[in-house]
């Protein structure tokens, strides 16, 4: 955290992604131009985006941000909460910076949002928890690279339980079907981690189905890091009558690596129907 700046400094450039400004524009712009993903006739409400280093994970994270292209202009605010790697965590933490750095520029966040949530009983102010997390930072350049200007609401999930995360998101979600709105949520989440190829397929599989049905209950810890995050956008999805949709289903084994050990990678959108 630049503390003077109240800016909250990127903590794996270089590492899970270039931290030269030119190379990882590059590096986002080659995803985006060799994805395949159908463009959508309506704006995603919500994406589900996977946070490994982008040799592993950037195709399928580009399968969901292609989904934007289209309403680049439109999206001004992205809510995005991802899980707590670093730091044990009672709740969800927001930050108190000001902006959230990389090397493609500073993002501002939207602090009234975030002073809003701060009165939630199960939030809390922790900048230990956004320090180093790579969950959210990953997310960053894939937004600045696409969205013209945005404001960023960004919250780090510990030990909480998946309806309040859900609560949280009732503040947010549209209560109308069709009704406009400036605000994206975006779930950073890994799959399956260190299980052979062929298991990975099949464990990762069935994660896949239950989000595709909106069934939180039928995904357990073993199937995704990101798991809190995941069941509270899927419990406001099924209350608000959003459509699941797969965009990539790949793993460390079909992008980088061997195939011993790996790690799964999944990209979901949900749209009103």
Request: proline fraction near 5%; aromatic fraction near 8%.
């Amino acid at each position: 955290m630049n503390k003077q700046a109240n800016i909250r400094s990127p903590a794996v450039a270089g590492s899970f992604y270039p931290e030269k400004e030119n190379a990882l524009s590059a590096m986002i712009q080659a995803y985006l131009d060799n994805c395949d993903t159908p463009t959508p006739a309506n704006k995603p409400v919500a994406l589900i985006v996977p946070h490994a280093g982008y040799i592993y994970s950037g195709a399928v994270a580009a399968s969901a941000y292609s989904q934007l292209i289209p309403f680049q202009e439109q999206i001004t605010r992205v809510v995005l909460l991802g899980p707590s790697h670093r730091v044990p965590l009672a709740g969800i933490a927001t930050s108190s910076a000001n902006a959230f750095q990389t090397p493609l520029g500073t993002i501002p966040l939207d602090t009234d949002t975030i002073e809003q949530l701060n009165h939630l009983p199960f939030v809390q102010c922790n900048d230990e928890a956004h320090y180093y997390e790579h969950s959210l930072e990953v997310q960053l350049p894939f937004l600045q690279k696409i969205l013209s200007s945005f404001s960023l609401v960004p919250l780090v999930i510990g030990q909480t339980e998946d309806q309040l995360v859900s609560e949280l998101l009732e503040t947010i979600i549209h209560k109308k079907k069709g009704q406009d709105d400036n605000t994206l949520i975006l779930i950073s989440s890994d799959l399956s981690h260190y299980l052979d190829y062929e298991r990975a397929k099949r464990c990762d599989h069935l994660t896949c189905k239950a989000i595709e049905t909106l069934t939180a209950h039928h995904i357990h810890y073993e199937q995704a890091c990101g798991l809190t995050g995941i069941a509270g956008m899927l419990l406001s999805a099924k209350k608000h009558q959003l459509q699941a949709k797969t965009l990539d289903l790949r793993n460390s084994g079909d992008t980088a690596g061997s195939k011993d050990r790996v790690v799964g990678y999944g990209a979901w959108a949900f749209f009103h129907k």
